[in-house]
């Protein structure tokens, strides 16, 4: 039947050539890509970059929680150590409140000679330093005596 059918397709044409009957032609294979390959492929090149930014915004956004977090932490650290500076400040005004009198008048007078009167007895010398709480006196016999502020009663 093969053979047959084979005849019957070729049939001998005026120059001794054969006619073939109409065949389908197979798509040429251009080198350019058609219209349809182009968008599949920037549909492609479009979801993967889609992927990527998404991708980027996450861990954008996670870098974004995480310094929030932190700022809440050391903000409320900040809170907490004003609250501390605040309570020792109130204590320290309150050790030498009383004594900012007495203070400034001995650092008025460093350098000078002066007599200081305590509870423990009586001090003469040159005034040396003044501090926060103390006085620093230097002895004729050349003994350095710190005295707290506020056990000074009086100053001569």
Not at 7 to 28: D, E, F, I, Q
Not at 81 to 88: A, E, G
Not at 129 to 146: N, T, Y
Request: glycine share 6%; aromatic share 2%; hydrophobic share 40%.
């Amino acid at each position: 039947m093969y053979l047959i059918k084979r005849r019957l397709r070729c049939v001998p044409s005026h120059a001794g050539r054969r006619k073939t009957t109409n065949k389908k032609k197979k798509p040429s294979h251009s080198k350019k890509p058609s219209l349809l390959k182009k968008i599949l492929a920037l549909r492609s090149s479009l979801l993967k970059f889609s992927r990527l930014i998404t991708w980027r915004i996450n861990r954008l956004a996670a870098s974004v929680r995480k310094v929030a977090t932190d700022s809440d932490q050391t903000q409320n650290q900040v809170t907490q150590l004003n609250q501390q500076v605040s309570v020792l400040a109130a204590e320290v005004n309150a050790i030498t409140g009383p004594n900012q009198g007495t203070r400034a008048l001995l650092q008025a007078r460093i350098g000078t000679t002066v007599t200081i009167e305590t509870n423990a007895g009586s001090i003469s010398g040159t005034t040396l330093a003044v501090g926060i709480d103390f006085v620093q006196i230097l002895e004729p016999a050349g003994d350095i005596v710190i005295i707290p502020i506020s056990s000074i009663t009086t100053i001569a």
